[in-house]
């Protein structure tokens, strides 16, 4: 098996920058593309939204609404994918997590794999 664990989320003012990190572990030959999706509290029934998404080369994704303020990073040789959030806005409230597609052996199939989630709060 694989396992996503995110840190970092907290509250924070309007303004603030929060970093988020996660950590796969486990069963892994292969971790393709990682990335942060969200869900805002007041909408648990509603699809998780793309944050931003990095593959295994760097290249990065961002949603239209944290371009410029979110930076997505990721450290290979930890299997670990960071979130660098500034410019926080009330409108980013929402549980964030992590996800990334991994292979657990050079013959098993690409899987999605997913975070617990961590609270992220901006008050205004």
Not at 47 to 55: D, G, N
């Amino acid at each position: 098996q694989v396992q996503l664990v995110e840190s970092g989320g907290g509250l924070v003012q309007a303004g603030g920058s929060l970093r988020l990190s996660c950590a796969a572990s486990g069963s892994i030959f292969r971790l393709n593309a990682m990335g942060w999706y969200r869900q805002a509290p007041e909408a648990p029934g509603k699809q998780r939204e793309l944050v931003a998404t990095i593959t295994s080369g760097g290249s990065t994704n961002y949603a239209d609404s944290v371009k410029g303020r979110f930076t997505i990073s990721r450290d290979n040789a930890k299997n670990t994918v960071y979130l660098q959030m500034n410019s926080l806005k009330p409108d980013d409230t929402a549980d964030y997590y992590c996800n990334a597609d991994a292979k657990r052996a050079w013959n098993a199939p690409t899987r999605s794999y997913w975070g617990q989630g961590t609270q992220v709060t901006v008050s205004s």
